[in-house]
């Protein structure tokens, strides 16, 4: 286990820096941040200079090792734009983008495995039908799309709901929260459902697959003719079973969430990194760019390490490091 | 009832595929949507390009409304002054165009790259499947983004983009088919008899691999569309004077707030269609071809 | 008569696809007393396994019980209610299905699997329910019971695996067994050994058991009585000695010619020519008389059940003679 979790932090590392150099030629070919931060106006002396300033004339390879160095020490320059550290800038607004993309995790998971049930043990009944049209409707919703018709219904029509910024916070462990304060769940709302929709509908679509696919099999027979309640049968064995490749796909798919958060942020207002990553990009805002994609380049190793640690935790076939996980 | 051994095996699919309809429904939305995008500039009321035809007086009509010369903008028209019905009908073009241009190349550079892993296998293979495996772990939407920031506007950017997310997928189906059937028997009887490799993967290999690939192709050719709409959506890809459904969205984005929601409205519901008649059709394709189903 | 703790009187249980009805049990019946062994023969196809399910409510859709009674100790098992077959499932009927792999949960733990097939017909706490959980595995002769109850089925070879689930369905000292080919996934050495251990606890504890089998040296060693099925129904049944040693529907004396070890050397092996019809496409009439050795023009009629012993009973127009 031990052996296996090194190698795997081995690959990881090499992952990192394979990405920090591809992320570094990819964004060093943007156009010439220069240009924008600096008055028209300006002669060529003033554009050298600004240059310098921004470390822009050394040759590319310095560049990047310059930019390696202080990476290992997580200092990722200065925003251009802002002049503050840039991981500073991005770790000031990850939390608003985690708790979004937690919120929206939940409903996806709270309302997805169940309506999913359903829709597998009775896929003829009214409701099943019902729950497949619907996850097919709501697999298909464009995300940004949904967010503008949810904006028209609720914030311009019915005007119950707020359709931008973040709401108020309070501080949970030196880390400002929203969904504790009513003001901040109206807020939270609309781009947390905006977000989860497409989760939710890939959820019910899994659960419903796994489902009916579980019920055909023997085990559930012999459940039953050993006079188990349909409760326990559903409940524990079917569950269990269909669990484990649900929660792979659910850890795999909150680093999707994470990315279209992008989305949803900029429709909403939503002051998180995604938004922070659009305008970086319109303002060619190198570092930002650069410390956003390897902070999330991190966090999704992060989360595949331990979807992989919990997918052996669930399934007692699979133990880390031995025979190969049956993905 | 016929005697099910004397169909082959095309109308047996037609007449399963049939049982659901609407998988049919899906289908025939769709073949109207491709039939609007190849017609387009024919059956569109206004060419909403052409900058002569335009006048700007005619902006931000409601839906119904009438042009000052009498025509009617069935579904309103933008703050240019273009009619939306004309401007749905050319995005609808693009939309499709850019989604099924993009699935057809990832296809092919999916399908070669993993008919090659799986048939030489050792370090080619590796290979192959640890880059697969590595673009495969991060979100499509992200590597695009950064692409595109990189490439800058363009269709023909956008189709790389949209390329490149998209190639894995289809090469990581192929190996998995392609190694499958590289077990069997028939195809250590062609090696025994010597036929050319290149015959072998093409003749006999790829045939059996197409079903998993015709699901996944066809439920990728809605993502790369809505793909392509989000990042038209966030700035991205396409140029003004090639507008998708998504940069139409865009534009009308700003006009929300003061309830002039059909400039983005509209289009949603032409991409929403789109998209769900694909899954639809996807779906019941999926039903059909999938053994495990089989009663 | 009223000594019999089942009776099944001419089941029927059909499936009604979209190719057209499967008469997969077709007026079937049979009875079985208390503390004897049945064994229902028949090749794959014959009904013998959802003649099984049938019994225990356990039939899919499409398939239902369309006609006929299972009499248990006295209730009519057709019209039962949910909360009435769960109070009879595992408790006074238990069932132990073919592949054992299949038929214990793979996620769920040993103790899990036994303790919840206690404790769903008895309110006991999880202490005493391990407790008898300890005592089934040691009475089914499996070592070290502490450790293997905290283990999970992959651990465990074919062999073990199902003495499990003899395990689990004896627990709850049921009336009647239901064996689903249980011997037919194992290797010839461990079938020999569950079969000897298999008959040894029923005689023990009175049960009675109604053994599925396709293989009649088996029933020959271990069952009292005999039924023999065929595309649906029952061709023959009666005593083991009457069935084996005076088998008369040309279908039993195939499948008893056909057992190797009853050859002569040298000669070539008997079998029993063409194939199992598809039971979609069953003509009326006797639907063994394409194979059958004594066809003669009335078996395009069915032929019904005669009884020329009390408890021997044949269905054929032409047996052989007894």
């Known amino acids: 286990m031990l052996a296996y979790a090194i190698r795997r932090l081995g690959q990881s590392v090499f992952v990192l820096v394979l990405m920090s150099f591809l992320v570094f030629v990819g964004v060093y070919a943007i156009g010439n941040p220069v240009e924008l931060l600096v008055n028209p106006q300006a002669d060529e002396a003033e554009r050298l200079r600004a240059t310098a300033a921004l470390g822009l004339d050394k040759p590319f390879l310095e560049q990047y090792w310059i930019f390696l ?83 028209m219904a609720f914030s311009v029509h019915l005007g119950w709901l707020p359709s931008n910024g973040r709401g108020e916070t309070v501080m949970v462990a030196g880390i400002p929260v929203s969904f504790l304060t009513a003001d901040g769940l109206a807020h939270l709302a609309m781009p947390a459902f905006n977000l989860a929709l497409f989760k939710l509908s890939l959820l019910i679509r899994l659960t419903r697959a796994g489902t009916r696919e579980a019920v055909l099999q023997d085990y559930v027979k012999f459940a039953r003719a050993k006079g188990l309640s349909q409760t326990r049968v559903i409940g524990v064995h079917v569950l269990k079973n269909i669990l484990i490749p ?82 | 009832m016929g005697n099910p051994s004397a169909e082959g095996p095309w109308a047996r ?17 769709l073949v109207a949507i491709i039939a609007i995008a190849l017609l387009a500039p024919v059956i569109s009321p206004q ?49 499709l165009g850019v989604g099924v241009a993009s699935t057809v190349f990832a296809l092919a550079i999916g399908l070669a790259l993993g008919l090659v892993a799986a048939y030489f296998g050792g370090w080619v293979d590796t290979l192959v499947m640890r880059v697969v495996d590595i673009q495969l772990s991060f979100p499509a939407i992200l590597i695009a983004l950064i692409l595109l920031a990189v490439l800058g506007q363009g269709v023909d950017k956008i189709v790389v983009a949209l390329v490149t997310v998209q190639w894995a997928y289809y090469a990581r189906t192929v190996r998995s088919s392609a190694l499958v059937e590289r077990q069997k028997e028939y195809i250590e009887a062609a090696r025994v008899l010597a036929l050319g490799q290149a015959r072998i993967v093409f003749r006999h290999l790829l045939p059996n691999c197409l079903p998993p690939l015709i699901v996944v192709a066809t439920v990728q050719v809605a993502h790369a569309i809505a793909l392509e709409a989000t990042l038209s959506f966030l700035g991205l890809g396409l140029p003004v004077t090639e507008p998708s459904l998504g940069l139409l969205i865009s534009n009308g984005f700003q006009y929300l707030l003061s309830g002039k929601y059909w400039i983005s409205f509209y289009p949603g519901i032409a991409l929403l269609a789109t998209i769900m008649a694909i899954n639809l059709v996807a779906d019941q394709l999926r039903d059909v071809l999938n053994p495990r189903l089989r009663r | 008569m009223s000594s019999a703790l089942l009776e099944v009187e001419g089941l029927r249980t059909h499936f009604h696809t979209k190719a057209g009805v499967v008469r997969a049990v077709d007026d079937v019946s049979f009875r079985v007393t208390r503390g004897r062994i049945l064994g229902l023969v028949g090749e794959s196809g014959s009904g013998k396994s959802m003649t099984g399910y049938s019994i225990l409510g356990l039939v899919d859709a499409p398939g239902r019980i369309e006609g006929g009674r299972i009499t248990f100790d006295g209730t009519d098992l057709t019209r039962l209610d949910a909360a009435a077959w769960r109070r009879l499932r595992g408790n006074r009927i238990a069932m132990i299905f073919q592949d054992p792999m299949m038929t214990l949960n793979p996620v769920l733990r040993i103790d899990t699997q036994i303790v919840e097939a206690i404790r769903a017909h008895a309110d006991v706490s999880r202490e005493s329910a391990l407790a008898r959980a300890r005592e089934a595995l040691a009475r089914v002769g499996i070592p070290s019971p502490d450790e293997r109850l ?45 079969l000897f251990e298999m008959q040894k606890l029923c005689r023990e504890s009175g049960t009675a058991l109604i053994w599925i089998t396709h293989d009649l040296s088996v029933i020959a060693g271990l069952a009292d009585e005999v039924c023999v099925m065929y595309a649906g129904r029952v061709v023959e049944s009666g005593t083991v000695a009457e069935i084996i040693d005076g088998p008369r529907h040309p279908y039993t004396r195939g499948l008893i010619d056909s057992v190797p070890s009853r050859n002569e050397r040298g000669r070539p092996l008997h079998q029993i020519p063409g194939m199992t019809p598809s039971l979609l496409e069953l003509a009326p009439g006797c639907p063994f008389r394409e194979r059958c050795e004594r066809v003669v023009a009335g078996c395009t009629v069915s032929p019904d059940v005669s009884e020329p012993l009390p408890g021997r009973r044949l269905r054929c127009h032409n047996p052989h003679a007894a």
């Open chain 1, 69 to 151: 160095k202080g990476a290992a020490g997580g200092d990722f320059g200065k925003s251009f734009v802002f002049n503050v550290p840039a991981l500073s800038l991005i770790l000031d607004k990850l939390p608003a983008t985690i708790e979004l993309a937690f919120v929206a995790m939940v409903i996806a998971v709270l309302l997805g495995i169940p309506l999913g049930l359903v829709a597998g043990l009775k896929p003829d009944s009214f409701a099943g039908r019902a729950i497949m049209a619907g996850s097919i409707v709501g697999f298909s919703l464009p995300t940004f799309w949904v967010g503008l018709v949810l904006i």
């Open chain 1, 246 to 327: 649900i929660v792979t796909v659910i850890g795999l798919e909150l680093g999707s969430v994470i990315a279209f958060a992008i989305v949803t942020e900029s429709i909403f207002a939503w002051p998180g990194t995604g938004k922070l990553l659009i305008d970086s990009i319109n303002q060619l805002d190198r570092p930002v760019i650069v410390a956003y994609l390897l902070v999330i380049v991190t966090l999704f190793i992060v989360i595949n390490f331990v979807v992989d640690l919990l997918y052996s935790l669930l399934d007692p076939r699979v133990r880390l490091g031995g025979a190969a996980a049956a993905h």
């Open chain 2, 13 to 29: 699919f037609r007449a399963e595929f049939a049982e659901s309809r609407l998988a049919l429904a899906g289908l025939a939305v």
């Open chain 2, 47 to 95: 060419n909403p390009y052409d900058l002569a035809q335009l006048d700007v007086l005619d902006s931000k009509l409601a839906p119904g409304e009438k042009s000052a010369d009498g025509r009617t903008y069935w579904l309103g028209t933008d703050d240019q002054g273009r009619d939306m019905l004309s401007g749905i009908f050319y995005g609808l073009r693009i939309s």
């Open chain 3, 150 to 194: 905290k283990a999970y089925p992959h651990h465990f070879s074919g062999g073990m695996r199902q003495r499990v689930a003899i395990a689990i369905a004896l627990v709850n000292h049921p009336d009647l067994i239901i064996a689903d080919e249980p011997t037919t996934a194992l290797d010839v050495t461990i079938q020999g050994q569950i």
